[in-house]
């Protein structure tokens, strides 16, 4: 018996070190501390989510403070986009300067600064709340409600150094990225081919952002189907995977609260099926505690950043002894940091058909040979975007011998005629209903029709049609039809009710300069008609017609219509008026000249002080009602000479010559609320001596505040003057008409 067990034993040591070769070795989890190197090649794993991606760049700064040196990134998303950047070369802590510069609002709203708009369609785009596409001359829903030309554009300036690679895997750290393809459903792994468009598609959110085409193809976001792209990577070769997911495995019913936390469950749930499975896959998982942060809240990055932090030190260890086990070989590739300034040597135009040339490089306005800012290069995109003849547009670079040939890439849109929606109410003109329809290319390339209507108790009316060519001047057609109800007043006291009827119809010559100016004149016929709701005024059969001829320059570069925080509004015109009876009989004529002037004062994040300061000066005899001076409420848009002034009703003042300034604080107080300080001081007065000689001072103030809502802005102001003891209040919910 001794004898048998001391063979067995013999036998076991001989042999079991080779069975011990055959069986399978089970992955490390936590790899240990080991003065054995070899290179080993790590992957990294970075989920979709939105805003909570932010904390993917804490858990990065970690992963290198730890010494560990990733060999191939997957992500997903904005997991992708923080994942190109790093692989494209950019140190963390760019990545983390650059996200916190974007303005996130911007982006999910797709919002371009209203100075770059189109000079013709900054009014629209200051009225209406949701604009339609008109396909076969019926409105139909979009296919999302962001075009995401904000994404492109900031991927066109990250991106800009991908033009040296022709494989992703050529980057500094090889790299792919998921998308999903609309129509099949099935998930597409990109490792090739524009690394723009593919992080475009990745990051195309259902129905948040329209799904973007590569190659006759529709993409949408790659976590609708893999949200943690491990599979990808597991096809390396790869001897280790760490991933930082910050997904939320499906919410509880009483936090969907919101249609993108509905969506966010929607798209969540093939991805919940595959967690158990990735989470056993991954040989390190680093998930931050991100409860109560949104996909869509990018307002809380700092926090956002330091719970991916934390979440990676419970890690420490783990990085620690993963790092001392690896053997990185030497990193001969150099940082390609995005170009902030290019000297553009060419320009080159791509996807457009049915804009001409000579057109586009109008509004691109760059000459060649010259060194520009990339910054300016956003500012193109904007203003070619601003033309709304485009889905999208961006920019790629090519290297030449000396500086670059600049590529600008056009999708244009499909359909040009739109339909907007809004609603409005105010205290001056009450509710409305407002509609517009837009025409492109109705007799000519680059015509526009513009057709809007306020639809209720004060129905309002305006059809512009111009012809856009730049500084070119160009032969425009307007009509204006105007109904409101006002008040008189005499010594403060109401005396009566008026019904004011105005219509024109103009022709004018317009030049546009510098996306900015607009400078022209024109001849205007115009009837104006008043009759007292209780017949006991003199204009009550006011019914007369005019004929007018006027000059003006418009200036205007703010980058908001409501709440603007930079540049400045310059409006002057000269207007002669003569009555006419029929076509050949005229009174004498007279003449006003009006100017207004606003700017913006940033001062420090939150606060801007707006001055301005206006006049109006009559030439000749007194103009009749229609063309007198009216101050008071705090609408905006009026017509002909009536203008806001705080601390009166609506056109409780008149006169006929005016000179007036104002300062208001504009206080944000937090995203989309804001309070505001108003005064104004002004001298109305019947001669232009007086003007200057009178001691009369009309004094006014407002305390007010504002929330922008989807409809447009909601605005309550209370306001009253040191010449009298009243109080007034004003309310506003929508955009001006």
């Known amino acids: ?88 070369g950019f140190p963390v802590s760019e990545i983390e300067r650059y996200l916190l510069q974007v303005n996130w609002n911007a982006l999910l709203n797709n919002e371009i600064p209203h100075n770059r708009l189109s000079f013709l369609d900054r009014p629209k785009a200051a009225r209406y709340a949701f604009t339609l596409p008109i ?8 296919r999302g409600l962001n075009e995401a030309q904000y994404i492109l554009k900031e991927l066109s300036f990250l991106t800009q150094q991908s033009y040296r690679y022709s494989r992703f895997s050529d980057f500094p750290i090889p790299f792919l990225c998921m998308a999903t393809n609309l129509e099949t459903g099935q998930g597409r792994v990109f490792e090739k081919g524009s690394l723009l468009k593919a992080l475009r598609a990745s990051a195309s959110f259902p129905s948040l952002f329209v799904p973007f085409p590569i190659d006759d193809t529709l993409y949408v976001d790659g976590g609708v189907v893999n949200n943690y792209p491990l599979e990808p990577l597991q096809e390396k070769d790869l001897d280790y995977l760490i991933g930082i997911d910050v997904q939320d495995y499906l919410h509880r019913r009483q936090d969907l609260r919101s249609v993108l936390e509905v969506l966010e469950q929607i798209s969540t749930l093939v ?22 942060h949104s996909i869509t809240d990018f307002s809380h990055m700092d926090s956002t950043v330091a719970a ?67 910054d300016r290069l956003a500012t193109v995109l904007d203003l070619l975007y601003g033309t709304h003849y485009f889905e999208n547009v961006y920019y790629t670079l090519e290297p030449l011998r000396e500086g670059h040939r600049l590529h600008f890439h056009f999708r244009e849109k499909e359909h040009l005629n739109t339909l907007s929606l809004g609603v409005q109410y105010n205290t001056d003109f009450k509710a409305a209903a407002l509609l517009n329809y837009t025409h492109r290319g109705l007799l000519f390339r680059h015509d526009q029709l513009n057709l809007d209507a306020a639809i209720g108790e004060n129905p309002r009316l305006r059809l512009n049609y111009f012809l856009d060519r730049g500084y070119i001047p160009t032969l425009g057609l307007k009509f204006r039809g105007d109904q409101f109800d006002f008040r008189t007043y005499q010594q403060g006291r109401f005396t009566d009710q008026l019904r004011y009827r105005d219509y ?37 059969d006011f019914d007369r017609s005019f004929i007018n001829y006027y000059g003006f320059l418009d200036f205007n570069s703010l980058d908001d219509p409501y709440f603007p925080r930079d540049g400045f509004h310059l409006e002057a015109s000269y207007r002669l008026l003569a009555e006419r009876i029929g076509l050949e009989t005229f009174r004498e004529p007279t003449s006003v000249l009006d100017l207004q002037y606003r700017e913006t004062l940033p001062l ?41 002034f705080a601390g009166y ?10 000179i007036m300034a104002g300062l208001e604080a504009q206080v944000k107080l937090s995203n989309n609320h ?9 001298r109305l007065e019947a001669t232009f001596d007086d003007l200057l000689s009178t001691e009369t001072l009309l004094d006014g103030y407002a305390l007010g505040y504002s929330f922008r809502s989807p409809l447009g802005p909601l605005s309550l102001y209370l306001a009253s003057s040191s010449q009298h003891k009243s109080l007034y209040s004003y309310i506003n919910l929508g955009f001006w008409f």
């Open 271 to 292: 991805n919940t099926r595959q967690q158990s499975y990735d989470e056993g896959q991954t040989d390190l998982l680093i998930e931050p505690a991100l409860a109560g």
């Open 1 to 88: 018996m001794p004898r048998r067990l001391l063979l067995f034993t013999l036998l076991l040591t001989t042999f079991l070190p080779a069975f011990g070769q055959m069986l399978p070795t089970p992955p490390e989890k936590n790899p240990p501390d080991s003065t054995a190197k070899r290179d080993l090649k790590i992957g990294l794993v970075l989920s979709g989510g939105g805003a909570k991606c932010l904390s993917q760049i804490g858990a990065l700064k970690v992963i290198e403070e730890a010494g560990v040196q990733i060999d191939y990134i997957g992500g997903t998303s904005m997991g992708a986009i923080i994942g190109a950047m790093y692989a494209l």
């Open 504 to 540: 024109s119809l103009s022709l004018f010559l317009q030049s546009t300069i510098a996306h900015s100016y607009a400078l022209g004149g024109g001849i205007q016929l115009e009837n104006s008609q008043i009759n007292s709701l209780f017949g006991s005024e003199p204009l009550q």
């Open 604 to 644: 420090g994040a939150h606060i801007t002080l707006l001055p301005q300061v206006r006049s109006a000066i009559t030439i000749g005899p007194t103009p009749l009602f229609p063309y007198q001076i009216h101050l008071g409420s705090m609408g905006q848009d009026y017509i002909n000479y009536i203008y806001p």
């Open 135 to 142: 396909e076969a001359g019926k409105p139909r829903l979009p």
């Open 308 to 374: 991916g932090e934390r979440a990676a030190r419970r890690h420490w260890q783990a990085l620690r002894a993963l790092a001392q086990r690896d053997q990185p070989a030497p990193d001969s590739s150099a940082i390609q940091l995005p170009l902030t300034r290019i000297r553009v040597e060419d320009i080159a135009l791509h996807g457009h058909k049915a804009i001409d040339e000579r057109f586009l490089l109008g509004k691109i306005g760059l000459d060649t040979g010259t060194t520009y800012s990339t």
């Open 649 to 658: 009703r609506f056109m409780e003042l008149s006169g006929r010559n005016l």
């Open 674 to 682: 804001y309070l505001h300080l108003r005064g104004n001081a002004a």
